[in-house]
């Protein structure tokens, strides 16, 4: 996620820098050629790069509109992950009587685990070296970690039953919080795994580059500069939008503009922690990035 007060103006513009070298360079050699060509003989209504240029508003507006609300939709996925992680921790400190309360941090351990591997799952990483140790140590195995995690949730709730530690109503409550739990996970992965039809980008894609080449055909030739000048402007801030919208419609790729899961996870692991009262409490760090992640 951009920090508010560090946003990096170069990452943007390298992001588009290709698109934009080639703006520029035909802008430039059309307008070299515009007086010394046939190109002179060639004149376009105004209103044909206005005719084009607003559909491709319309669009720009369309995609920008729809993949800011994913990017906001998870965002609000995992403010849930958050608030039902503490949930869940809150509920099994209330109902597991004081005597057997060693079951407590076990639970805690493996909801922090749980929040680090959907993390890593959703951005296709590697498992981290933390995750794997844990995974290693409980022998869980499965093409669903953090799902398979909640099962030894679901599990170890049982089991408590079955010894008589809490009763079968506030099981009930305790399945509820991971119901909800599981819900977010599927969320997250269907964001993830819902793209946006290649279609629809060739479509955006190719306007944009169809209003770059008519655009200074219908410009005063006698004012060169001013042609080649708007050339540039106009196109490159249609492919900056563009490429917003793109970044933003995938909030689990591992870019700076993500939703920032491991510093969430880190939070809250800080909470879980203080909640059951360990003695190890890792400190949030500052971040003196533009971003986290």
Same mark, same amino acid.
């Given at each position: 996620? *951009? $920090?508010?007060? @560090?946003? !990096?103006?170069? &990452? ?7 698109? +934009? ?37 319309? *669009? $720009?507006?369309? @995609?920008? !509109?729809?993949? &800011? ?7 609000? +996925? ?111 992965e269907r964001i993830k795994n819902t793209v946006f039809p290649k279609s629809y ?93």
């Amino acid at each position: 996620m *951009l $920090l508010n007060k @560090r946003i !990096s103006i170069w &990452y943007f513009v390298n992001l588009i820098k290709w698109q +934009v070298a080639l703006i520029c360079a035909f802008a430039v050699v059309i307008g070299f050629f515009d007086e010394k060509s046939f190109f002179a003989s060639i004149h376009l209504p105004l209103g044909i790069p206005a005719i084009v240029g607003t559909a491709v508003s319309l *669009l $720009l507006a369309f @995609r920008t !509109s729809q993949s &800011y609300e994913r990017w906001w939709e998870a965002r609000i +996925v995992w403010g849930a992950i958050v608030n039902d992680s503490r949930t869940f921790i809150r509920q099994l400190s209330q109902f597991i009587p004081d005597e057997s309360r060693q079951y407590i941090g076990d639970f805690a351990e493996r909801q922090i685990i749980w929040n680090y591997a959907l993390g890593e799952s959703l951005r296709r990483l590697p498992f981290s070296k933390r995750v794997e140790d844990y995974l290693q140590q409980k022998q869980i195995q499965a093409m669903n970690i953090p799902n398979a995690l909640l099962d030894k949730h679901a599990d170890d709730i049982q089991l408590l039953v079955s010894k008589g530690l809490i009763s079968e109503f506030r099981q009930v409550q305790l399945n509820e919080t991971l119901t909800r739990l599981c819900d977010s996970m599927g969320k997250c992965e269907r964001i993830k795994n819902t793209v946006f039809p290649k279609s629809y980008s060739l479509l955006v894609h190719t306007l944009i580059y169809l209003f770059a080449i008519i655009l200074p055909f219908s410009l005063d030739d006698a004012k060169i500069r001013l042609e080649i000048t708007t050339t540039i402007l106009l196109p490159v801030m249609f492919i900056a939008i563009e490429k917003t919208a793109i970044l933003m419609q995938d909030p689990f790729e591992n870019t700076p503009v993500d939703t920032p899961m491991t510093s969430l996870a880190q939070t809250i692991e800080i909470n879980l922690l203080q909640m059951i009262g360990a003695d190890q409490v890792p400190a949030k760090l500052p971040n003196e990035s533009f971003y986290e992640m």
